[in-house]
């Protein structure tokens, strides 16, 4: 007796393999600033998480401004790292809060940024080539 082969639906997929991903670019929709280099990671639900520092191109940006960030996933494959995926994630930003020292790790204050990371929420609306 033959079964059927069963996959998730994509929308699954496609967040599976979002959370197994990094952050690449980042481009604001509808400006004249270029693409530029994203650093962060992605959620358990695959939204990017986005380390923002002072000079870089949402740096100040208000919240709920329009991105594109672009997401590349690979893995390992007979010893060498290949490229899995790249997926193109819109959605607007909003600040994340830096989570409150633990009372073991007190430190001292530094001259940092006091404006949080920016979280994109997705609109799953963005092309994947996954293989």
């Known amino acids: ?9 994509v929308p699954e997929r496609v967040r599976t393999l979002a959370a197994l991903s990094a952050p690449t670019h980042v481009s604001v929709a509808g400006s004249d600033v270029p ?3 994203a650093r962060g990671g992605v959620d358990g639900r695959g939204r990017p998480v ?12 208000p919240a709920e401004t329009l ?3 672009d997401l590349s996933a ?25 989570p ?3 009372p073991s790790r007190r430190r001292a204050p530094t001259r940092t940024s006091s404006r949080p990371s920016r979280a994109v929420l997705p609109r799953w609306c963005a092309s994947t080539s996954a293989t």
């Open 74 to 98: 690979s893995r390992e494959v007979g010893g060498v790292e290949r490229p899995r995926a790249l997926l193109k994630v819109r959605g607007w930003t909003r600040p994340v809060p830096a």
């Open 50 to 61: 986005l380390l923002v520092r002072p000079g870089e191109v949402l740096y100040g940006a």
């Open 100 to 102: 409150p020292p633990s």
């Open 35 to 37: 693409t530029a280099a």
């Open 67 to 69: 991105v594109t960030v």
């Open 1 to 9: 007796m033959r079964h059927p082969v069963t996959a998730p639906p």
